[in-house]
């Protein structure tokens, strides 16, 4: 349930042009809104007031009907009003007004995903790929399935495209690419992205857990011990912690190591 509310506030979002995914739709815009329908659905949108929502938008698609940004405003409004198969049209005609426009092709790949059908998902990120390269919420969405399919070197080709199109470090994207060297026991490579993600938020338990982990699997016990006593500093309580801790300390005949970090 609370994934399926993330998910509907990432669509009201997208409607009201909030970055809170890498691709925004800048549907209240009123340049190039006749009337004022399109501003005006959106914000229905935005007060869950879906049905006078999709009124605004069929009245901004009948002064505008070659323009693809009110079908996907549409789209979006009937994804959260649990009717799929109006949304898909509308996707399939956004698509067809603008077959190369990104935005357009990114919603169908996540509708794709939601149906559970990745490979589609892929064709759809992959077309936008070819126009726009360095396209980051595509990269990052492909990579994404690419891990949920064990595609581990196809992920983490895309996550090293996506993690140099910014400076700052790429907290997700590294902490995903790590996860995937993992899998393809490359623990060094994991360790870098680790070390990265633990240098750019120090405060991150979760963070010093995988390395844990990867240092176990690399009989790293010491590096492994210090950790875990990192971790325990952060979060007293956290029983996996101190199992792991204890478990370690009893094998490496008492010695503790001074924390990381």
């Known amino acids: 349930m609370k994934r399926f509310n993330l998910f509907r506030s990432i669509l009201v979002g997208l409607l009201a042009g909030i970055f809170l995914v890498p691709v925004s739709l800048p549907a209240a815009r009123v340049a190039g809104d ?5 501003n005006r659905g959106v914000k229905y949108a ?4 879906y049905d006078k929502a999709i009124e605004e938008f069929n009245k901004a698609i009948k002064l505008q009907p070659k323009d693809p940004k009110n079908y996907r405003n549409r789209a979006i409004t009937y994804r959260l009003m649990d009717q799929p198969e109006k949304a898909k049209a509308d996707f399939a005609k956004a698509i067809e ?3 190369e426009t990104a935005k357009s092709r990114m919603d169908r790949a996540r509708m794709l995903l939601r149906q559970k059908k ?9 077309q936008v790929l070819e126009a726009e390269p360095r396209n980051r919420a595509a990269l990052r969405l492909r990579a994404y399935i690419y891990l949920q399919q064990g595609e581990w070197k196809m992920a983490i080709a895309d996550y090293d495209v996506a993690i140099n199109t910014i400076a700052e470090v790429d907290i997700e994207g590294r902490t995903r690419r790590a996860f995937a ?17 633990i240098e750019a938020n120090p405060k991150d338990v979760e963070a010093y ?6 240092y176990r699997t690399m009989k790293e016990n010491d590096k492994a011990i210090a950790d875990l006593q990192t971790i325990l500093k952060l979060k007293p309580d956290d029983k996996d912690a101190q199992e792991q801790l204890k478990a370690l300390q ?3 005949g008492g010695k503790k190591p001074k924390a990381a970090g």
């Open 118 to 126: 990745p490979k589609d998902a892929v064709a759809e990120l992959s």
């Open 209 to 214: 857990r995988r390395r844990v982990y990867v």
């Open 97 to 99: 007004l603008s077959p």
């Open 46 to 49: 935005q007060k869950k007031e």
């Open 250 to 252: 009893k094998k490496t």
């Open 34 to 38: 006749p009337g004022g329908h399109t």
């Open 181 to 197: 060297y993992r899998n393809l026991k490359q623990y060094d490579k994991a360790l870098e992205d680790f070390d990265k993600v």
